[in-house]
């Protein structure tokens, strides 16, 4: 075998310096790639990205670092604002999302071929939506929910084979949802709520089996639910209230507890769900899946059986729910006679599915809330945490005395109800004992063993925080909230088996603020007197005051939705803030979702339209708003700013008072309101300012 001859190694007094050669020649060979790849901008890129800054900001207010001598890979402060590039310099994402954009979306964007995520929601982009947008072969996430789109959704967006996260909602689109959709293969998510669609839901997204999470809620769809639909083996939320929904819902959905809703579909029935009454052979033979028409009589909205008011007996160790079994004998006598009604008529089901047409309905119904999903990292590949749903340990933050994120045991045992006796004050959550219901949460009015009235609040966890750990951090917050003029957080309770977590709140006899607005003069007995006014303001402003301060273990805190309605008044009538901090447990679609009633009344501070934030100095605006209800007595006070800064006292005031009032009083407060309500946000005082305004 031949021999090698290995050179011998350089002489000692020559080896650093061909070391350094050799690294000198291997960084200049590094950055002689780095600059290739990342040197000039794709003239095709930038002239896309040039035609879509003149799209999407026609009045170049906002886009004003888009040049076209720039360079959007350019990096450290030199490149495109919201757009970044992936190693080989050409533009993978863009994010926009909140800028204020009022313009509309450009084919153009179709040329950013290496593009894996697109965020323009949360702006005011009207137009279509480009079917352009399909060749975007490569695009993860479409956000284009929160604006003003309007047309149908485009059939070719089916053509998008690695969309992993669809967001049209809370726009104007209308016609029906394409079958083509049915196409997308890896999408997890498909947002279309809130919009103007029509038609009935497309039994091809039953073949997207990696879909976790749909919500089609807040639209104007009719027929049945697809039982494809409901076989999805990874789906965890599925909402469909307030639409035109009618038939048989599929029995597999049970699996889903509180991730199905359905609430608003007057036409739904079945078995398993304790809302929906049982179905007739009238539905079962007539369940309009398409329907062609509508007549006068099926719009009419159906009212949903109210749970019984269950008689708990409640002693110190368990509650007794017979009941439940006896409605189970009448259950299951019923689905007996049902099942040789399904079978006489499940051919006739089969043909009449089979031979009607998906023809839309002109009927329109638009839902303005708002939502802030934020995009997920660039190279990132699953779907955004906002979105996922679903908890590693099915849900019980709490379970096996697990505490994390610094949230002590003592703490969560000092607070902690177990689900019985939630069950036992409530009644088994008795539609008696309903407080009220929002879009996230009902509130039940409870008793516990030992007598005392409570609020209960029941948050589903479709509702909740994705991640477990922030839910916790939010949890722990509320434990920290401590002030006389919060409602004060008695304890909590998280149910695996029921998908809900359960806040225990004292209970405030007198209901909220807005009962005391807008009362006619023959209700004394709602009539504020003066000094009750004025003290209920300075109650209000202590409160959020504590909130914004950093004490007493506390962080500071942003109310984020001050309102009337979130101002409770207890037997004394003392002011207690209502749901402070209750948004570090929400998600964030959910979160912003509630804001449709505040924006309508007023309270939103001018700049939240523009930045999509809330700070203190919103709360402070909030604040002047509810100081101008009170004095004035109404719900609504745009109009009656003027008559503040006019100083027109007897306009002012509340006319049901009859003069009873301390002008200085009244005219200092109605100061104080025209300070808080200032446009600029930097001519608002913090809140420990008006305090020693309000004291003095």
């Not at 590039?85 to 999302?97: P, T």
């Not at 177990?418 to 009220?436: D, I, K, M, R």
């Not at 006014?533 to 939705?561: D, F, T």
Request: charged fraction near 20%.
């Amino acid at each position: 075998m031949g021999s090698t001859s290995i050179p011998p190694p350089p002489p000692p007094h020559l080896l650093l310096p061909t070391l350094f050669l050799l690294c000198l020649s291997l960084l200049t060979n590094q950055y002689h790639s780095s600059t290739a790849a990342l040197g000039a901008a794709d003239p095709s890129e930038l002239r896309a990205l040039m035609e879509l800054k003149s799209s999407l900001d026609p009045e170049g207010r906002v886009l004003s670092s888009w040049m076209a001598e720039g360079d959007p890979c350019a990096g450290a402060g030199g490149g495109f604002e919201g757009v970044a590039c992936d190693g080989h310099g050409k533009v993978a994402n863009i994010s926009l999302q909140g800028k204020g954009l009022s313009g509309s979306i450009s084919p153009a964007v179709s040329q950013l071929r290496s593009l894996s995520g697109l965020y323009l929601h949360y702006n005011a982009l009207a137009g279509v939506v480009p079917p352009e947008i399909a060749d975007l072969a490569s695009l993860l996430d479409l956000y284009l929910n929160v604006n003003n789109l309007s047309g149908t959704i485009p059939e070719e967006i089916g053509n998008m084979a690695s969309l992993q996260v669809l967001q049209l909602c809370y726009n104007q689109l209308t016609g029906s949802i394409p079958t083509q959709l049915g196409l997308l293969k890896k999408l997890d998510v498909l947002a279309l709520q809130s919009n103007r669609l029509t038609g009935a839901i497309p039994a091809s997204l039953g073949d997207l089996v990696q879909l976790t999470r749909i919500d089609l809620s807040f639209n104007e769809l009719f027929g049945s639910i697809p039982v494809k639909l409901a076989q999805l083996p990874r789906l965890r939320i599925l909402d469909l209230r307030n639409n035109t929904l009618s038939g048989n819902v599929p029995s597999e959905l049970v699996r889903l507890d509180g991730g199905f809703q359905f609430g608003g579909n007057a036409g739904l029935c079945g078995v398993g769900f304790s809302t929906l009454r049982v179905c007739t052979p009238a539905d079962l033979l007539n369940p309009r899946p398409e329907p062609i028409g509508r007549d006068p009589d099926w719009l009419k909205p159906r009212e949903i059986p109210q749970s019984a008011n269950l008689t708990a007996n409640c002693d110190d160790t368990r509650c007794s729910n017979s009941p439940k079994s006896s409605a189970v004998g009448v259950t299951a006598g019923i689905v007996a006679v049902l099942v040789a009604v399904m079978v006489s008529g499940l051919f006739t089901v089969a043909w009449y599915r089979r031979r009607k047409q998906k023809i839309g309905s002109s009927l329109e119904i638009s839902d303005s809330r708002l939502s802030t999903d934020q995009p997920k990292e660039m190279h990132r590949k699953n779907a955004s945490p906002l979105i996922s749903l679903e908890y590693s340990n099915g849900w019980d933050p709490l379970a096996d005395g697990r505490s994390g994120v610094g949230f002590s045991q003592e703490v969560s045992q000092s607070f902690r109800f177990n689900l019985e006796e939630v069950e036992c004050a409530t009644q088994y959550f008795s539609e008696v004992n309903l407080l009220g219901r929002s879009n996230f949460a009902s509130t039940y009015k409870g008793t516990l063993r030992d007598g005392t009235v409570v609020a209960v609040k029941s948050i589903s966890k479709s509702s909740c925080k994705s991640e477990e750990a922030d839910f916790l951090k939010g949890l722990k917050l509320l434990t920290l909230l401590r002030h006389e003029n919060l409602v004060g957080l008695r304890g909590f309770c998280c149910s695996r088996g029921r998908g809900e977590c359960f806040l225990v709140y004292d209970f405030a006899a007198n209901g909220s603020l807005s009962e005391y607005l807008d009362v006619k003069p023959d209700d004394k007995g709602r009539i504020l007197e003066w000094p009750v006014r004025v003290s209920i303001i300075k109650g209000i402003g202590k409160g959020i005051e504590y909130l914004h301060s950093n004490r007493a273990k506390k962080p500071s805190l942003v109310h984020q939705n001050l309102s009337a309605e979130k101002v409770l008044i207890d037997r004394h009538f003392a002011p207690l803030l209502s749901g402070s901090g209750l948004h570090r447990l929400l998600a964030d679609d959910v979160v912003f979702s509630t804001l449709k009633g505040s924006a309508a009344m007023g309270y939103l501070a001018p700049e939240y339209t523009t930045t999509g934030r809330f700070t203190e100095k919103s709360d402070v605006y909030a604040f002047g708003v509810i100081i101008l209800q009170v004095l004035t007595g109404k719900m609504r006070v745009s109009h009656l700013r003027l008559s503040a800064e006019s100083g027109k006292l007897e306009d002012l005031v509340d006319e049901n008072l009859n003069g009873n009032f301390s002008k200085p009083e009244a005219a200092k407060l109605a100061g104080i309101a025209l300070m808080c309500t200032s446009e600029a946000p930097s001519q608002r005082p913090k809140m420990e300012l008006v305090l020693k305004e309000l004291s003095s």
